[in-house]
């Protein structure tokens, strides 16, 4: 086997079979800690609310979304189950050995985004702790936040770096702690509110299911289009994971494992979870008058210490679970991708937290005014039609068929440097999709009258990423079988 160092390093290496030690439950825990987060909490009300669809329509979009996304991961997970290898080396069979470089930045940079956002997010937590306990709550200081929260925002920061350089085991251990401890706290939450707001609470939950005015992008669609508009928006939130899915997979026994893992994880998370959030929702409209989209700022108006403590404790859990599972640990390969002999997957989990830090720094005064639903569905954009190509690249145009010494092979008559090591009717079709899918989000951007197309169409780009794939797959194989 030829090792190239500019290819290999004992991080992407196959993982061997000795080391292959994930059952279900942690592909289970994986997915909780992703659904689980504040983001998330957010998203799915703001879905709820925004949409104009009755609750039950908003239901079926969201499991839909799970066994849709199920389905996706499934395909991206299987073959770093059968040979070990982490998404940035699986890219390289459709990509080439080095133009991987590019989806796996890609994704490496949407990731310290996230990164920077979710760690701002688990930071409220900490905060929400401190004011709770001191009642300080400070002037503020500097890119709109205030000394409490740059205080939070630190500690955050800090802890996360110390439990990623311990390595994978113990962030194993640390998300199979926080799915189910988190799950107690939000229900234990969900009681809280429905105790304070008594039958308001059926009253305004009644409210939602009987749908209502469309906001947010969603204005000026048909109920098709926005039951649509959610089931892409739910799918472009998980996006990320889904395209490097195979960075958690390859440490799964086996693909059995690896299915029942994601069905349970997925739909099964979706489900509760969905329903755990429509609950609080209601109940804090009944209680307050309005919608709280924060947890965080929910339960400081709930006014109780111990709530306050118990709450606090699981929303830091949940936020700095996802970001392990979707934000830390899939840029640390991705680096590590870029140049393996120079950076390996603590120094590339450095990096990425240095980046993040900057990008949660700036999230209060900069970051958050572009939107929620845009923010998302941008970032899936940009991934999506890699998702497709790698699959379509596998599926049909290889046939399952993987050499893995081949992709630690620099050689010129390799299997994978196809030309000078970049396959360049992939990243074609990557560059022309990605262009169109991002186009969905801002039309202002395109040409040839796609921008008024995907202008009236609506939905504020919630299309983003099923269009993004579809065109990936398409195009790669259409100029791919030339």
Do not use: C
Request: charged residues 10%; proline residues 3%; aromatic residues 16%.
């Amino acid at each position: 086997m030829s090792r190239s160092s500019k290819l290999y390093n004992s991080d992407l290496a196959p993982t061997p079979k000795a080391k292959k030690n994930w059952g279900w439950f942690e592909i289970f825990n994986v997915w909780a800690n992703d659904v689980q987060s504040l983001f998330g909490y957010t998203l799915a009300a703001s879905l709820f609310l925004a949409s104009g669809l009755n609750g039950w329509a908003v239901f079926a979009a969201l499991i839909l979304a799970g066994f849709f996304i199920m389905w996706l991961v499934n395909l991206s997970g299987k073959p770093s189950v059968k040979h070990g290898i982490p998404y940035p080396v699986f890219a390289r069979v459709s990509m080439g050995v080095f133009g991987a470089n590019f989806p796996a930045m890609a994704r490496g940079l949407v990731a310290m985004f996230w990164y920077g956002a979710q760690t701002y997010a688990a930071s409220t937590a900490v905060a929400l702790l401190i004011t709770g306990i001191t009642g300080m709550e400070g002037e503020v200081m500097f890119l709109g936040m205030t000394g409490v929260m740059w205080v939070s925002f630190i500690f955050v920061s800090a802890f996360q770096v110390y439990l990623f350089w311990q390595g994978i085991d113990l962030v194993r251990r640390f998300l199979n702690f926080a799915g189910p401890a988190v799950y107690a706290v939000m229900i234990l939450l969900m009681l809280v509110i429905w105790a304070k707001a008594g039958g308001g609470l059926f009253s305004e939950v009644g409210t939602i299911f009987s749908s209502g005015e469309r906001s947010g992008g969603f204005e000026g669609l048909g109920s098709f289009g926005a039951f649509l508009a959610v089931f892409s928006i739910m799918v472009g939130y998980f996006a990320a994971v889904v395209i490097n899915f195979g960075d958690f997979a390859r440490f799964v026994k086996n693909e059995d494992e690896m299915k029942k893992g994601n069905l349970w994880g997925l739909v099964g998370n979706v489900i509760l979870f969905s329903f755990i959030t429509l609950m609080i929702t209601g109940g804090t409209i009944a209680i307050f008058g309005e919608y709280v989209s924060s947890p965080t700022e929910m339960v400081a108006k709930v006014d109780n210490l111990g709530l306050t403590i118990i709450a606090a404790f699981a929303f830091f859990a949940a936020t700095v679970g996802i970001n392990m599972v979707a934000n830390f640990i899939p840029p640390a390969y991705d680096l590590a991708n870029l140049m393996p002999s120079k950076i390996n997957f603590k120094t590339g989990g450095l990096i990425t937290a240095g980046f993040g830090f900057v990008i949660g720094g700036m999230w209060v005064a900069v970051i958050t005014q572009m939107g929620l639903f845009p923010f998302v569905n941008t970032l899936g954009a940009i991934l999506a039609p890699v998702f497709g190509i790698m699959i379509t690249d596998y599926y049909i145009i290889k046939k399952e068929k993987l050499d893995v010494d081949a992709l630690f092979d620099a050689s010129k008559k390799a299997k994978y440097h196809y030309n000078g090591g970049f396959n360049h009717k992939a990243i074609l079709a990557w560059v022309l999709s990605g262009y169109i899918a991002v186009g969905t989000v801002w039309p202002n951007i395109l040409i040839l009258g796609l921008g008024d197309f995907f202008a009236n169409l609506g939905g504020g780009g919630g299309y983003a990423w099923i269009i993004g794939a579809s065109l990936g797959a398409a195009v790669h194989l259409a100029i791919s079988k030339k």
